[in-house]
């Protein structure tokens, strides 16, 4: 083996200071080589007392909040149980960046303090542990985010969003794990390495906010924030059992946070949060909403939480809704599982009394072209700003070849998108007036579906996959295909989780008439046997700038699920 | 003299069309050729009968519109007067382009007929006739905007805010005239000429929206909607003396309509109303937003009209404001008459009980620099696309020097941003990263004024200049420093009318520590004997997305200085 080089050397620094930052008495012993599913290892590993787990166990959002409001738990017990369940998950599916104990236990003991003191909580998310994507600058901590050159950049300031979190009475507790350059749908870079899925570690949790994927579905935090510009929040919460929102451009604030490709506005990402429980989805957006950000990030909507619209306002007041499911993109047929669980969410709604109508893609391939091309106007000139002269630019996600050999993009989408190059700031504004067209075109289709639906309004969300597959082994993940969509169309939009791979139901359909080369591909990825035990989840899409209706038409078919049990 | 070329001819032959547009009988002789002021030839003119005098004569809208909703006045009255108006403004502002009056009589006679049918009003806009500049495309009829090459270009649909203004009951009526590229504060095209101020025909009325501001100010129309990039409804309402309201972007819907710099989003083209009254700037403003025009416009903000805003909910409910006055924003120093303006406006808000403190300007360059090199991001390509093979590229305003013969852009600007070159899409990324923290820094320096107002808020609203100087003649007006800021940081923001200017109280002032050159140059065009009776108006600006609180503010300082007379 040759002599490691610079950057590596650094890599390997910066990642054991992280190992160091571990309380000794939280490392756990090593599991046998064999053993893929590690969902398991926190209630087995002793490492959590009985109130550790039964914190860690529950899922509902709104539980742990009133506990701590009532003092039935205080922020130090709810802090110290996530976070040993934060650091078993993160010895077991690397998912963790930044580790700061004793910061964030020193802000649960004021909060408990101030609670103690006045018999008040700070705001809505008192003593409320909350895991943050590695973006999210925090004074006083690095922000690396995946690049070896940002080892040592510590933030001068909280962004945006941690300062209304620390104004809600939030604990920012841990940060989590991105790909290098954010521009991956897994998670691995060269200063903190790869993120695994905890039902399967030979699987990607997806990315690029795999590292809250992977966390969340330990039960190593209970709320989570990830980004998404195309897919960033839904593929890790899909391939992980989460539920998200993708909120509309602009809507929360992301001031301050840092990101790849800084300055690219045409399709912009976005924040959300990410939760075991949609009440972790509602309350986060509420919070954060009612906290008028407006008033600190200038680019965040003059919009706070309107209940009428999470009432349903504009949907019949959520009697009779109805949903249009998109069984099939026409650019990548979904896997078996994902069909099954489009059937499923059917019946569920059916027989809860809401009406289900099939969504005839629109000019899918089209929209997704168009900003493809847009994410990639600058050629890659900014990532490789990024690594020049400190590490390569990873050129793909798989572990069994050479990753710095490969060309820039996985060639299955540089087949549909074309060759990429540096354009110039006129062919860009092409690219908006093409995709302003797409977005009316769509919407139009959208309100035309009227006359379909019987209800007087057009349908009131699309129901798709998020992505066409569940988790994937490490470097297969190509599929943006469905997530992409509603950024380009600035469409709200939710993942929720349905059931989980059965290989006696999930038999593999013929093959059909493939649309592509990506479809085929995709097509013979799949394997009954292969992806058992993996959850599959789906999408709901709604108008640009509904989050509330989101949320609520997402319980409703939670709801529906949970009463077909 | 030579022969004219092609595009002469091309131009002059749709010009001889317009004209023969007009019906004979609204011909009106020839002024005498030293008569600069034109505003009273509708009344001398005697082509006007008492009740469309009447009707013309009528400032408030409301009056307007309650007159046509209790049948006082039909839709074809209203609009056979103020068409007539209009022609007789053209005659002597050459401020039209579609002339349409078949068309505008036959909608007029329909919405009568449905009002004594039904005995109700088809919307908010019932029978009101409405102008509107060239971009704005309605079916049937040819979208020129100042190109050469655009004639002949039929639309074959209504863009949607034209859409909506039908389904108000509006009768879109006439449309006006801009300047090629629409980049310029003066309104002059190859194909329908040049635009003239009617308070002295030796003057600009400003521009892009300058058809607009001349058509108002002659009253040949009550409501008309312009656009504003960088001051384009701004710059002609202050030199006509009118009332307007720049939205944020995307508050009210720009799909469909034609733009320059197609596809240019950094910093947003928006639409909005110009009224000789407030009453028209808010009726227009909540009936667009009442028909909820994010159903039509994707890109449109979900936030219909908000009465709680407009009663100013976040502004201590209009109880004490205080308002900061830019006395000078530190790149161009305001001539005489708008310092007196000021001055006037002061002693009213404080009279009234309202507070006014000093605003200290704040990176103002920086900003205008950002703005301006956005606009010129590809290098002129747009502009000289649209010009290329039919026409020169108009290269000043000015009518005393050959008007192809200069510089791209007026060498005041230039002299401040430096010559544009053709940008790559990640020099422009470059540029948004700038201005995100520009309009961060900006907000936070705003909201750190709560230390100075007494009232426990941050200043309510900015009132400065629109521009530096009133109405200047023909091809001098170089001055968008006090609009474009607005534009950069997105605040919304509106002009007033205060006074006139009059030799006797606005004396030059003495010179000042020049800032530039430009600041020089505008200081040594002042001299009171050139402006007398330009009307002065004031912009009041206020956070991004305040719509509903800028108008409300602006009718309280209208109200503060109506007591003053």
Known sequence: ??????????????KRAQYESIPPGWIIPALPENQL?????????????????????TVDVQIILDKL??????????????????????????????????RALERARELDEHLARTGKVVGPLHGLPISLKDQFTMKGLETIMGYAKWIGRYAESDCVLVEILYECGAVPFVRTNVPQTLMWGETMNHVFGRTLNPYN????????????????????????????????????????????????????????????????????????????????????????????????????????????????????????LCFAIMWDNGVVKPHPPLHRAMEITKKALEAAGHKVIKWEPHRHLEIYKNAETIFAADGGHDYRQQCEGAEPLIQTMSPS???HANALDEPLVKGLVGEPYHRTAYE????????RELRKSHLDYWRATVDQTGTGRPIDAIISPAVAYTAVPHGLNT?????????????????????????????????????????????????????????????????????EAVIRMTEIVAEALDRMH
Chains 1, 2 share one sequence.
């Open 479 to 547: 599929d943006s295909f469905y997530t992409t969509l509603c950024n380009a169309l600035d469409y709200t939009c939710s993942v929720f989780p349905v059931t989980f791979v059965d290989p006696e139901l999930d038999d593999p359909h013929p093959p059909h008439r493939f649309y592509n080369h990506e479809d085929e591909h995709i097509y013979k990825l799949y394997n009954s046997e292969l992806f058992p035990g993996c959850p599959v989840a789906l999408q709901l899409i709604g108008g640009t700038q509904e989050e």
């Open 69 to 102: 409001r009532l003092a039935k738990w205080s922020s130090v017990q709810v802090t110290t149980a996530f976070y040993k369940r934060a650091i078993i998950a993160q010895q077991l599916t690397n998912c963790l960046t930044e580790i700061f104990v004793d």
């Open 201 to 320: 570690i030979a699987f990607t949790p997806g990315g690029s906010s795999g590292g809250e994927g992977a966390l969340i579905a330990m039960k190593g935090s209970c709320l989570g924030v990830g980004t998404d510009i195309g897919g960033s929040l839904r593929i890790p919460s899909a391939f992980c059992g989460l539920y998200t929102l993708r909120p509309s451009y602009a809507r929360l604030p992301y001031a301050g946070a840092k990101n790849a490709l800084e300055g690219q506005e045409s399709i912009s990402s976005v924040l959300g949060p990410m939760s075991n429980s949609l009440s972790g989805i509602k309350i986060f957006t509420k919070a954060i909403l009612d906290a008028e950000p407006w008033l600190k990030d200038p680019v965040v909507l003059r919009k706070g939480w309107s209940e009428s619209e999470y009432q349903l306002a504009h949907h019949g007041n959520g009697g009779q």
């Open 401 to 403: 070849t050479d990753s």
């Open 37 to 57: 599913n590690v969902m398991d290892v926190p209630r087995q590993s002793g490492l959590l007392d009985d109130l550790e787990m039964e914190i860690t166990e």
């Open 428 to 435: 860009l504004w092409e690219l908006h007036a093409e995709k």
């Open 1 to 14: 083996m040759s002599h490691p080089s610079d950057w590596e050397t650094v890599c390997a620094r910066r």
